[in-house]
């Protein structure tokens, strides 16, 4: 049902860079084609072969609209223009030890350790609303809230369903499976994000070597960013090792596979390497604000590899836990696990002790590029 919405004023889009970049050629998974089973299962395919090749994908006729997305813009605006006092009420107690729902301040890596530079990322995070947490935000946030659940819910009725029921088809699964083990009024980290990446001067880009965020790959099922102009975002390819930028298209979402799916399907699903670098010239004067989700898997499931006919076949049976003998985690351990090492303060970029860390007994993590 429509929430009322309060007024935000509007939010404008900065134009697309027009250099001529090195653009990944992705696979768009178009989901009118849900309507009939015959498109069901073409769409299947499409989606698996998405995530086995490129890992990152777009998404079309997900059913919501471009004003609401512009209205999460639009708060995620006004919650940025916020002085940084206020913002700072909101950061989570145990943030060094992977709590990661409120705000998360920038300067907590140093990128540069010549000149001392540190990131200028700045992160806003708000959990499901399922009733397991407690929601308490700046008043541009707390008065929206309604909307906002409303937007987050969509996403997963009208985004997440369709793309997990489309897995389970592809996997020869019950259409149901990955539905089951992600259902949105049991407890999980998902969380909607609104995300600021402050401009650096041409200077100070040079400097941090035009990288704004290492490789690295996301620790959930999914991740959806919804689109923004300012090109940055570059993902790895898997066979050339090539890095690519991810072209903004009108009217989509770029998705893109996680951890979770990858341990569930023993590396069938590839959790696909992306960084942030500097924009091109004609955008490196803006700053850089993202809306994303993070889907992942309920709590309490454990991390093992899915019987399924397809993994099977393809000797895709063991997950690196499992090839190693080593327990494997539940969704809760490996999200803190992983988000500890994420949130460590005054990481010094290049320490090797941090960027191959063991975070979990069998498994350690590494960045990449």
């Given amino acids: 049902m ?46 698996i072969k998405a995530v086995r090749e490129d890992g990152f994908f777009y998404v079309k006729n997900f059913n919501i609209s471009q004003e609401r997305v512009n209205r999460q813009f639009a708060i995620g605006k006004r919650l940025y223009d916020l002085p940084v006092e206020e913002k700072l009420k909101y950061v989570p107690e145990g943030l060094d030890d992977g709590q990661f729902n409120g705000y998360v301040p920038a300067g907590r890596r140093i ?33 929206n809230l309604p909307e906002i659940e409303e937007f987050a819910r969509s996403l997963h009725s009208e985004v997440l369903d369709p793309l ?12 149901d499976y990955f539905t089951n083990i992600h259902k949105y009024e049991v407890k999980s980290e998902d969380h909607l994000r609104y995300m600021k990446y402050s401009k650096y001067t041409p200077d100070e880009n ?11 790959t996301d620790l959930g099922s999914w991740t959806l960013l919804f689109r923004q102009p300012v090109a940055a975002l570059q993902i790895q390819n898997h066979k050339t090792g090539e890095w690519k930028y991810v072209k903004p298209l009108d009217a989509t979402l770029t998705v893109n596979a996680c951890d979770a799916l990858s341990f569930l399907t023993g590396g069938y ?96 993590e590494k960045l990449y590029g």
């Fill in 2 to 47: 429509p929430v009322p919405v309060p007024e935000l004023g509007s939010f404008d889009f900065v134009p697309e860079t027009k250099e001529n970049l090195d653009w990944a050629d992705l696979i768009t998974v178009d989901l009118n084609l849900l309507r009939t089973p015959e498109g069901k299962k073409e769409l299947a395919q499409t989606l």
């Fill in 111 to 143: 990128l540069d350790p010549v000149s001392g530079l540190k990131d200028r990322i700045e992160v806003y995070n708000i959990p499901k609303f399922n009733g397991d947490f407690a929601h308490a935000h700046p008043s541009v946030v707390q008065d």
């Fill in 164 to 175: 997990h029921e489309l897995l389970a088809v592809a996997l020869e699964l019950p259409e």
């Fill in 206 to 216: 040079q400097k941090i070597g035009k990288l704004w965020v290492r490789g690295h």
């Fill in 269 to 364: 699903v590839r959790s696909t390497i992306h960084r942030v670098t500097s924009p091109p010239k004609d955008q490196e004067h803006v700053d850089r604000l993202g809306l994303l989700y993070f889907s992942r898997p309920n709590n309490q499931v454990v991390l093992k590899t899915v019987d399924s006919p397809v993994l099977q076949r393809e000797g895709y049976t063991k997950n690196s836990f499992e090839e190693s003998g080593n327990p494997v985690p539940t969704m809760e351990e490996w999200t803190f696990a992983k988000q500890k090492w994420q949130r460590t303060k005054n990481v010094v970029r290049g320490d090797p002790s941090y960027e191959t860390a063991q975070i979990l007994p069998g498994h350690n």
